[in-house]
């Protein structure tokens, strides 16, 4: 009613707008004292760079051996630049595909097989050829059974985790030959997985394509920034920017060595 006083608030709601207003104040001097004193945003130490080695030139060595170090510590070392044009590009500027770069006897796509494959059964009387196995996908975390044949071998396919045409577009086209070979046939770059997946992710970086298996994506983005550094590529700023969202959630996470044999 018009003529009617409104009633004082009572004492405990004084009370606790008051404590209200104190929590708000007290979080906003935290934040501000965090935030001059560098500790806040919390951001991931990411330890040491890792220390470069060149090996000597030739089919089956990378461009340069990464010492151990996080993911997240490899990552900077990268340079950031925007994607060159993909004019020039065939899958032939990478040589024949599936060499035996390694002079192991056997050929590269069938090394990753008998690698990723549980109970891999070889083909009779060959000292390569998988002819089944299992895969429990990194991709998508399923198994699969992998039967050789025309018709059935595609259920597995071999990735490149860096694909190659993203190679050729950061950095590869400036590789040699023989270093394009390498990168094609190295096995820190090479996975056994689904095939409709790796369908799917085609050409597509860490901005644009991740493995639906959430568990494995630290893995998998360790593994791309492992091979960029091995031979030389950089990042885009978008695709920087989603490998370290990922690596943020693993700080620890390792890159890996060159698959190839004769490293430091």
């Not at 470069?52 to 990268?78: K, N, S």
């Not at 190679?167 to 390498?182: E, Y």
């Not at 096995?187 to 298996?213: C, F, I």
């Amino acid at each position: 009613m018009a003529g009617r006083q409104r009633r004082p608030a009572s004492q405990a709601a004084r009370l606790m707008q008051a404590a209200s207003a104190l929590a708000v104040l007290l979080l906003v001097m935290v934040a501000g004292w965090l935030h001059a004193s560098g500790r806040w945003p919390f951001e991931p130490n990411p330890g040491p760079p890792p220390v470069f080695t060149t090996p000597p030139p030739g089919l089956g060595r990378p461009v340069v051996y990464v010492g151990p170090a996080t993911a997240l510590a490899t990552l900077e070392t990268l340079p950031v630049r925007g994607r060159a044009p993909k004019t020039g590009y065939d899958r032939s500027a990478f040589g024949q595909a599936w060499l035996d770069a390694d002079a192991n006897g056997c050929d590269t796509r069938n090394d990753i097989l008998r690698r990723d494959l549980d109970k891999a059964v070889l083909v009779a009387a060959t000292p390569c050829q998988v002819a089944s196995g299992t895969l429990k996908d990194p991709y998508t975390g399923s198994d699969i059974h992998f039967t050789r044949g025309a018709d059935t071998s595609g259920a597995v396919q071999i990735d490149h985790v860096v694909a190659l045409g993203n190679a050729w577009q950061t950095g590869a086209q400036q590789l040699t030959d023989v270093q394009r070979q390498s990168l094609a046939n190295e096995p820190l770059n090479l996975l056994a997985v689904d095939g409709p997946a790796n369908q799917e992710k085609s050409d597509g970086d860490a901005a644009t394509w991740l493995p639906p298996n959430k568990r494995f994506r630290c893995q998998y983005v360790a593994r791309q920034v492992s091979v960029k550094a091995a031979y030389r590529l950089w990042v885009t700023p978008a695709e920087k920017a989603a490998m370290a969202r990922v690596l943020g959630t693993c700080p620890g996470e390792k890159t890996l060595p060159s698959g190839f044999k004769g490293g430091p």
